[in-house]
Structures are given as structure tokens and as C-alpha cells.
């Protein structure tokens, strides 16, 4: 039996008594039951955030028609919002480089259906994991990238994406720079996986970084892309503790963990809609 | 400059639609502005939980009012209800025995006005800590336990506690088994720590049993206090890495570490109106 | 360039001085150079634990000639003690029955090169993951179990794990009991992964009984198999906070990333010889 | 019945095959029982580090005798090493300013025997917490500081840590740079805490920055001070989680469980003799 569907609205708007009020109001008065309601009030920059989820089972708007009949009441309050149903699932594209471990990991969650996203396609800048992908069946495309045919491949790269109607990008250890034509055509839906607690070793080898400075616990950092790089709102981080026993071997090897874990976790909040981006700052509705 | 004061509303009550509406409706209608409203569904159970806080600084109803027209809704929804005034401050009695890292803890937090709540006395079953807890202008109290004067000394305790207009029990390390009538007497609010991370290793020396079955990791776990000893419901937990190089020693030095948070963020939650408790489980808004 | 092959020394024996001084001066006189050397007493039992691996780059000893030499040391102080040569592969086979983090998790460390074993085979009581295995070229074996033909089963993975020369079995979620004969002739060879925080939530169901006691933290337990359920010598945990908002299949789904990186270390440090067995405890040489 | 003394060496020196041998043969020779060794070697710096630590008991040396005798060895070798023993305390003078937690955390400490110092003294730039020092039976100087009286007042401090033999300072959250001249004085001797994960967040109020990053975990560093600020060899480092939720205050709130324990840890292994400082790092034989 397929569970019912269910909507989901992010909210973020100036603070003013009534919002919660306001927004149960107009779902109750259709039929909604609500499944989960959480709200966040940022008192410095007097900002209202909400996230709402309800069951489509007996509510008496058609899915097209909630769309046009809640602008109205954003409209009232100021409100930047979104709309989504859990059945319309994420369509994803990852962007790989050689490594293997987080792509592995996001392949195999799709595979048994814990990531509830569509994979149309996978993109490297290199031919290494050509196999792997094919192997769980999904297109590889390769697309070697040198200082000379970088702009020409992305703009191919955005061609094949949007032929395949990809709504957000995973980095799942892409070691490319996106440029800010594609930052701009996906914005706050590129997520990448830096191997660092940021904001500490941002850029090239983190973990080389990490060893010099001695630090006792590495960690990864899950963010968007934006123009400037490491500097993304960050969506989730993760650490772990190591010692002077580990050389900067042992910190890539042991890292993978985390930068695997830390990355489907990010990417699972994102496509179920629990991700909110404000100020460069995510409210994150876990 | 004092901030206004804030109530807050902890419900649990069968689900339905329209909850969330209905008393955010009542708040609304008096003028009250939401600062931070939870709310959680279980789905088995069919239940639903809400903690939701306001300032009453434009509030139209006077704090007495609210009880009485609160109850009206409550009724209507078979809500199981509490209110609470961030002014109106937790009176706490700490039981303590003879170690000292809970007491030191806490009394610090407590100075520093980190812990809102007054602290009119300190039991104890020893004699151990009296400086220390004078050191901090609490008054000591001792009973000393034995078999036969247990009944009679628990009963003066109460007595002291009814004096002190104790509304909370913070057992800190007091290594005696709680009689049914205070349990009866403070239902849900005597709230114990257990040095192990329960359901392992419940009753009398968890850190030996630790060491016994050769864990990699110990805990603390703080609970509310039932008749069944180290059953009741669970508010925090949390655990630290251990190795083969340590000894009981050391995990009982270590523990301390533990105890000491575990219990101090369970009394914190709990002062502070975030803890519901329902069916030997609770829902921390934490 | 391959880096020289080292030699492993794993020793445990009543504890008296001069130990170390003896087993380093073997070494030292046959032109050993130390790469790690650890040791640790349980002041308790009096027993020495020592761990030494030496580079064989200029060791005068032929591999052949060490364990000979070596066998007059050891009796003279009792010891228990084996070696193994980081050259010498384990041969693992992978049990499991329907759920493929873990095993998806080991095939690709096991592919990248970062778990340096051989994988000659994958044994299942159920077809489901056969094309996964496949597609990681591991012959996979289906040995369907019923009560009935469960003694002939295990007699027949037997005689296919010896003519594959397995030495370590690792038990990836395989959701059967082993039989005290196959336990006996892998002693302290065979890895399970157990989905909680032991000795919390032993048998059947974990998830459901962590769910119904309430806990706030979750875990994994990695130990090897003895005749006792769920009472081996643990080898490695790991835990994860949860709260009241995790259903049970919440629970199952997080549980899942400690699961597979729980295994996979205890797997990692099995197979580079650095976990010793004494008294149903592990000494973990980390 | 006070347990017999022991001896500890902590050694560095250039890597070479035999120091295990030698070190234990020298111990082995006069009678020692080795309690721990514990030995390190890094790669790349080609550089031997050694923890053991052996029983007086039945050793043939008089403690007098041990550092003359052990300094032919170690010359032989370019050993850099450090002789101590456990019946000897380190005597520490903690620096604080108006925040009480660090220094109730470690005046508990050391009332309860847990932790095996000497503290003669405690030093403040302001007189917040005399009462608090006092209360604990310290003596408590207050040293106002200011542009113009730093230098003079920095000299009275140092020649009451030598009158009072300080062997280690413990910044227990002093808000002033400690000058050159005394770091020079105690080289690898003064321990302080940083409210960061370090390397991120250096300089003041790390919890704003940390807020205005947003992430979503917040550490605390102990490191030893060194001229450049926040950049001395890191001791230890724990994190915690927060969220959007979390303002600044909380953070400041939260972090202070960090800072406490983390510091106390830190002091911890460096009385026990177990940090070795090497090129900006430590070797931590926890």
C-alpha cells in the first residue's frame, strides 16, 4: 500500500504575531491534518521561519491549486516560500572526480530506496569510475575539463542537465570549481562535501592542513555552493577524534567516513524539503 | 533592564485536526506573540505534544486568568495540560552523599546564574559534604540511613521539603533507593543520574559491570525516578570512549565527566518547562 | 614501489619484568627495525598484552625461520602468541541475508584497496543480493536455511569456506545463528555486527526495544561470535543520538550508518592483526 | 597503604633501531618494572618519541642517582628527555578573570583528590572571584591590569610564581596575552583554553563568530601558549553539536561544558606527565 501523499511548505518572512495561526488556519480550513509543524524565530533579525508538512489524504485542494490560493496569504505576510509533495521526488545529478567511497555510498542508499531521489545521470572529469556507475545502472558521462574547454564543457554540462530536467547537483567529491553560470542556474540546489570542519582548512588539502597544525579531530562539512568557495551556508558537519598515532594517510582513509556520512545526510534533508537557506545560514528542520 | 516574563504551555492530548490552530487561536485572540512553539505527533499512539511559549508583555489576560480559560479548551480537546511562568522560579532540594563532582556542578551553575532556580537545601545521608555545600550558603541537612530509621527519616524529609516548598528533587549522586510515597509525593520531578548508559548495567556498581563485559564506551543517563529502579523515563543521555587500558579507576574518574553534564542539561530542560513525560517516555523540546 | 613487507608479533603471557626488553632484543639482534611497538598489563589479572610489528626490509631471519626461533622465547615466558606477515592477506567471506549497507560498504572498501583482504566468496540464506554481489565479482552462494536442513547447510558453507582457504568470517548482517561447530573452527574469526549499543538490546529486534525504552542514544556493537548470543568479546562501538521525533523506522534508517562503519573498523583492525582476545575482552591495539 | 612511587621518562631523539631495547635494558638492569611504555615514531620526521613509566619499588637506583645515570644513555642516543616522579606534584598557578566555571571545575577537582596538584596560588585581573577562590582555602592576588602597568604588573606575577615555585600556569579562562617574557619562562608550561575549535574562530569572542558562520558544531581547544596567539601546540579538543536554534548566548552557555572538561583533561595529562611537544604539536600518551 502507497502511503498517502503529503505537502510540504518552507516559510521565512518578517516576524508578527499570528503567522502560525494564520498558516494552520488556511490548511485546517481545507481538510489538511497536519503531520509535522516546526517554526524557528530568529529575534536579532526578527525573522519568522516555518516548516509544515501535511497529509493530502482528505484535503479538498487539488495539489494545483494550493499553490495559487497560498500566495495570497504569503503575499499578505511578506512571505518567500515553497511549495512541494513528497511524490514528486528530487532528480539528481552527482559530479565525481576518482574518488570512489561517496559514491558508493549514495548509489547503494538509492538502491534500497533509503534516498527517495531520481538519478538521471552521473558527470566526472574523469573515466576512473566509468564501471561503478554503469554497474548500478545509471549514464556516466564523462567530460574531461582542462584550463582551455572548461566554459565549453559547463555549458554542455548545463545542456545534458537540463535535457534530463536535474532540479540539484551533489558533489559527491568533485575536485572542480563550479562556475557562477551554474551556481547561478542552481542556486542553494548544489551541495558539495568539503573534507574539513570548516570554517578551518578551507581549499586544497585539508587533511595535509590538519596534520600540520595538529589538531586532535578532523571533520567534513556539507554546504552549498556559492561564488565563493568553502564559504556556502553549511548544512551539516561531522568529526571525529584522531591522534598523533595517525599520519596524513590515516586521516584521508579515516575521513572518508565521515565525508561519505556527512554528505547523505546533507542530501537527505535537502530532498525532503527540510532545508532552509537564509543569510547564509541554513535553518535546517531536522 | 528585567525581560518580560513568558509562559509557557506543555499538552499532550489525542490527535486530531486543528490543534496547533485552536490554541495558537487562543493565544492570538489575547495578543500574545509565540516565541517558540514545538509540537510532535506519535503516529502508534496517536497522540499529540506541544510546548509552546509566549511574551506576555502585550498579553490582554492577566497570569490568573489564563488557567481557568485555558481549561475550557483543554477540556473540549482532552488535553492534558501544564503552565508555567519563566519568573516563577523551580525551588530544587539537591540529595547528595558523599561525592562531590553533581554537588560542585551544580552549586557553581546555580551561582552563576546559569541555572535559574533557587536551591533552599541540600539532604544528605553523610556528613561528608557539609562544608561544601555551606561553603556555598545552602543549607545541610543530614539524615543519616539505617534499615530501621529509613521510613521515619524519609517522612521528616518530607516534611522539610513541604517546609521549603520543594517542587523538584535533584538526586546528585545519593546512593539511596527512594521511597514509593516521595515518588508518589513528586511524581515526575525527582530526577536521578545513573552512571551507566541505561538499559546496560542497571543497579549497584555500573562501572565494574562495564569493565566486566569489556565495553569501548560508558555513559550517564539522567531519569525521572518510578518505582522501578532505573526504569523510569529517560530525559538525556550521553557516553564517552573508553579503552582496554582502562581500569575501573579510571572509568569512575572518567564517568564523572558525564554525570556531571548528563544530569546538569536533564535539570536544565526540566526547569526550564521542556520535558513531558508520557507513557515511561519523555519528549524533551529541547 | 612496494613497501617492504613487516612481520606482526601479537603476544599475551603472565606478566614479569624484562618482557619487552627480551621480545625487542630477538628482534634487535636479528636486525629488526621496530615500526610500532605497544603494550598494556591488566594489573588485575597480572597478564602482559604487547603488540610488535618491524619492517622485514633488513630483518636477517628468513619468514620461515621465525616462528621456530621465535617458539624458544615464548616458552620460556608462557606466552601465548601469534604472527602473521602484512603480505599474508586475510581471505574473508561475507555472510549476509537481505539488507546491503554492509555489504555495498565492505565490496567498495574492499574495491578502493582501503580493506587489503581477499573476498573469494559471499554466503546468503536468501537470493536477494545475489546481483549485487555479482556486480562486484564475488561468487555469491545461496544457502536457503530451514529448520530442518540448517545442520546439512552449515556443513556444506563449511567444506566451501575451507576449499576457499577463508580464515575470517564476517557476518554483514546475516540474520542466522551459528552453530557451535562453525564457531569452533573459526575461534575469535568471526565478526558480527550487532544493531545496539551492547550489552543494551540483546536478540531480536533491537531498534523496537531501544524505541520502546525510550533512549536517546542508538548504537552498534562489532564482536566476535561465541556460543553465547550476543556475548562475544566486543571489539568496536559507536552510538548516535536520537530523540522522541524517531519513529522506529527512523531508527532502523540512522542505525544503518553505525552499522556499516562499526563492522568495518572491527574488520580493519581483525585483519591488520591488531585486536587480541583474553577472557571474552579485546586488547585493541588501535 | 600509599602505593610505591614510580619514575617516569618521556624521550625524543632521532629514530634509529634498538632505543626500545636500550631504554628497557638500562630499567631491566637496575630492577625496574615497567608499568606503561608506549612509543611513537614519526615517518616523515624520522623522529622516536617514548612514554614508559616504571615501579620504585625494587629499583636498585636511588632516585638521586637515576638522572646522571640515564643522561650517558640518552647522550648516546641525542635522546632529549624529562625525568619525573609521581610523589612529586606539579605546582600550578591558575589565571582567571571574571568567569567561574573553569575555576570551580578545577578547585573540585582538586578538593576530591582527582587531580594531583598543588595549587599555591590563583591569579586575577579582576576581583570578581576572589571570594570564590577563597572559599576553596586559595590564596588570591588580584593584579588589575592596564596599558600602562602591564609590564610591572607581569613582573610582580612571575616573581610570585617563583616565590610560591610555580612549575605550571593554567589559563582557566584569562582574558589578558600573557608577554613573552613569561612564556619564556615557562616554555610548554602554560596551558590555556580556547572557546573554538581550533583552527577556526582564533582571536575574541569565538562564539559570535561562530554564530555568524553558522555552524553546527562548536569546539573548545587547550593548547600550550606560545608568542603567536592561538597557535600553540594543541593538547586536546572535544566539540558539540548546536543548531539554528542556538543563539550567541547559548553557544556562550553551552561551550562553557566544553571549555571545562576540556581543560581540565588537558592539565590532566600534562601533571601526569604525558604530553611531549614536538614542532608545534604534542605527542599525547593518553
Redesign the interface.
Known sequence: MVPPDTATLLIHCPDQ?????DV??FL?SH???????????D??ENVF?MRVEWSLENFTLDKSEIEPRFALLGKRHQMTWKLSFQSQRARVALFISKE??CL??LL??H??G?LPVEIPLIISNHDTLRS?AE??GIPFHHFPITKENKAAQERAQLELLKENRVDTIVLARYMQIISEQMIGDYPNDIINIHHS?????VGAKPYHQAYE?????I?ATSHYVTASLDQG???????M?V???D?VADLV?LG??LEK?VL?KAVWWHVMNKVLVYH?????F?
Chains 1, 2, 3, 4 share one sequence.
Open positions: 504575531p499570528g503567522l502560525v495561526h494552520t488556519g485546517f481538510g489538511g491534518n497536519l503531520m509535522d509543524l516546526q517554526q524557528h524565530i529575534p536579532l521561519f570512489s567511497h558508493y555510498d547503494s542508499r538502491e534500497s533509503e561503478a554497474r548500478f570542519f570548516l570554517p578551518a582548512f597544525r595538529g589538531v586532535k579531530i571533520g551556508p553549511i548544512i551539516h558537519q561531522d568529526v577524534r591522534s598523533h598515532e599520519s582513509r572518508k567516513d556520512t547523505a547564509n545560514k541554513t535553518v535546517v531536522s
